[in-house]
């Protein structure tokens, strides 16, 4: 069996179970880089506001500027432990009164410094000529309670190697977890899938061992998913409707190889009779008359069977057009007006009433209707024709006979080809067994209906509506 060039849906659930776990582990850990990295940052800004703080706890206790002097050892003290923090006493000429070491800080970073009695609120990044990356702060300080020149307290803390290496780390980390993730989330998805699919395998493997002799068989309709109940029912119909076609179509091919056999034998019989010894002309002459009976019941019946196939292929061109429905019957009675004489039947036309319809057909699906009363009905009898206006809007003709009627189990199958009652074809001269598929052909074409009814001993009625 060749296979289909394109993944499964067990793959593709696989890849989409991936790229959606793929998706999210992604936004998770794009989240948790940037909450730490935030963190972090906030524990700088932290230390820096406790230094600054520090600072000017430390300036508040001098009496003035000249005693910073005294206190840059306490200072130095402070700072020497933490090698990554860099700090500057600024005047207000804007030199160096204490410097913790040679870190500088370039001096348009300082150019909005907080105010001596609010917290540091403004914090910069700067990368040093030599790449280094600092978190910077400027804040002003007063040196005892009266001083009113403040000074400017620069604070840098470095924050590249440490900071940068718990973000590598962690990046090191959610690219494992989401590799890690992705795979297993594409191999649970594969099981998954594939025991999510093992109904459809089912049914796949139910639906490979239903054959042309086997359209009997049907899908399981009991355990399959909801997902799946309604392709189960739409596929079992569909089998059921080709069971049905190819019932007909065998009946079909058994009752046309019947018809057909049928004049072909009587063609080919009398001809080997009539060869047989000498003939005189006129014997010769009769069995030529016989001979194009049976040729022009040949031609009918191919002519009705190309017409049946077209008509089912909705090949068949109407001319629609206004016609009086009673006007037509009467033509087809007037036709039929020496046959009923002869044998004894009478006509009983009631009603009057228009239809938008095909002319040619429709005036032939009246005649086989008439014709098929008229052969059922005995003499002496009356077939009654009604044509009526519905309260619907639609038109309805019926053509009703008295006769022996039709079998319940007959009636369901009464407009397919070939179908006869009678088994043994007693009228196989008569009629070809294809008018009433016809009539049903003709009103499938005009949107129309045929229907019948009929009661054993009493009437039997076949009735067209046009819509």
Known sequence: MRRGSHFSITARLSLAFAAVSAVVFSAAGIYLYRALDRQLMQRHVDELTAKVEYVRDVLSQLSSAKDIAN????LADTFAGHPQLHLRLLGADGRALFASDSVQVPAELLDDPAAATDAPATFRQWRSPSSESYL?????GRVGSVSTQPLLISLALEIGEEHEHLLLQLRTSLMLAMAGGTLLAMLLGWLVASRGLRP??????????????????RLDERHVPEELAQLVFAFNAMLARLEESFRHLDDFSSDL???LRTPITNLMGTAQVALARART???YARLLESHVEEYNRLSRMISDMLFLAR?????VALKREEVDLRAEVDKVLEFYEALLADRGLRISLRGTASVSADRILLQRAITNLVSNAVRHTQGGETIGVVVS???????????????PGIPAEHLSRIF????????AREHSQESSGLGLAIVNSIMRLHGGTVTVSSEPGDLTRFRLRFP
């Open 71 to 74: 206190a840059s050892q306490r």
């Open 136 to 140: 910077t702060i400027a804040a002003l």
């Open 200 to 217: 459809v395998r089912r049914i796949a493997d139910s639906a490979a061992s239903i054959t042309a002799n086997r359209l009997d068989r």
């Open 257 to 259: 190889a019947h018809e």
């Open 281 to 283: 002309p006129d014997e």
């Open 311 to 315: 008509a089912d292929k909705r090949q």
């Open 389 to 403: 206006q519905e309260t619907g809007g639609g038109t309805s003709l019926e053509v009703n006979n008295p006769g």
């Open 416 to 423: 397919d080809r070939f179908y006869r009652i009678d088994r």
